[in-house]
């Protein structure tokens, strides 16, 4: 069975600070591992994905994840935090051992508030 | 447009009607996805579709849910008597894959059912 956990329902971050956001997972074999961003009213979008190619992951609007297979983290960064990031983001696995049934977990989310 | 369409897009219904949300994926693409996302939480997988195959219903939470996609594109979800435990944002996503863990799944902008 697999699980993410992101760690602070709440993020709070001034405009032009780091953004840090924590996932946790937890899966019995290898896992690929997502972040999604979702405005209100709308549906999630894919800021990044891990495949198990290079453990930095780069996304859209400047985020980017780090796969530490001895921490199960892949916590989200931003150097810098624009208004526009203002969302709720969530931290999603999924891995093989579904047989081929590729519904994602997802965690519960974390949103993030950008300060002026 | 190009992208997952659902409708509606927000549905009342009073407790024990039934109810039918529909999801048009992208053209082309194999694997059809539902979720529920409930208040304040991530989404959690219901059921997953590749082509008109039904091939994992594991996440429905009982028998009055219903899913299908007859010829391999549109898809429905039916709520038999609708509880209030019901109310909930319906995600509906698909991908150009059939099951490969790690595709990009695209999610639709939802359906927001509210069961008074």
């Known amino acids: 069975a697999q699980s993410v956990t992101q760690l602070g329902s709440h993020v709070s971050v001034s405009e032009g600070a780091l953004v840090l956001l924590r996932c946790n997972y937890s899966?019995?074999?290898?896992?690929?591992l997502f972040w999604y961003v979702q405005y209100p009213n709308q549906g999630l979008q894919l800021l990044l994905k891990y495949t198990s190619a290079a453990t930095l992951v780069k996304g859209i609007n400047g985020f980017e994840a780090e796969f530490k297979k001895s921490e199960t983290s892949f916590h989200l960064t931003k150097p810098s935090a624009h208004m526009s990031d203002a969302a709720e983001y969530f931290c999603?696995?999924?891995?093989?051992?579904?047989?081929?049934?590729?519904?994602?977990?997802f965690g519960k989310g974390t949103h993030l508030i950008i300060q002026p | 447009g190009a992208g997952v369409s659902q409708s509606p897009r927000y549905k009342v219904a009073k407790r024990g009607q039934d109810v039918a949300l529909r999801c048009d994926p992208i053209s082309g693409h194999v694997s059809l996805f539902w979720y529920q996302q409930a208040l304040g939480q991530g989404p959690e997988f219901l059921t997953y579709f590749q082509n008109e195959a039904q091939l994992d219903k594991s996440g429905l939470p009982s028998d009055r849910f219903f899913a299908e996609r007859p010829e391999g594109s549109v898809s429905t979800l039916k709520i038999q008597r609708t509880q209030q435990e019901d109310s909930a944002v319906y995600l509906c996503a698909s991908s150009l894959g059939s099951g490969l863990a790690g595709t990009e799944q695209y999610f639709g902008p939802g359906t927001r059912l509210t069961v008074t």
């Open positions: 999603a696995v999924s891995d093989e051992g579904g047989g081929g049934a590729d519904g994602l977990t």
């Open positions: 899966s019995s074999v290898p896992p690929y």
